[in-house]
């Protein structure tokens, strides 16, 4: 199946948005923002919002 030009300019942008929220929640991650806005769990509902309610946020702790 080939795709138009239309569609294939469409798919691209899809993936560039989803890069863009990608960036956006590793970001959040490295800012300690795991759940609310702007944080990890919201990138990953704007990008997969069938995944609501989900997604459990376990940070990663280490021994200081």
Same mark, same amino acid.
Do not use: C, H
């Given at each position: 199946?080939?795709?138009? *030009? *239309? =569609?294939? @300019?469409?798919? /691209?942008? =899809?993936? *560039?948005? =989803? =890069?863009? /929220?990608?960036?956006?929640? /590793? ?9 609310? $806005?702007? @944080?990890? *769990? $919201?990138? /990953? +509902?704007?990008? @997969? ?12 702790? +280490?021994? @200081?």
């Amino acid at each position: 199946m080939t795709m138009t *030009e *239309e =569609q294939v @300019s469409a798919r /691209l942008a =899809q993936l *560039e948005n =989803q =890069q863009a /929220l990608l960036t956006r929640a /590793l970001a959040a991650a490295l800012e300690g923002k795991w759940t609310g $806005a702007g @944080s990890v *769990e $919201a990138f /990953l +509902y704007a990008i @997969s919002p069938e995944m609501q309610g989900q997604v459990q946020p376990d940070p990663p702790t +280490y021994p @200081s």
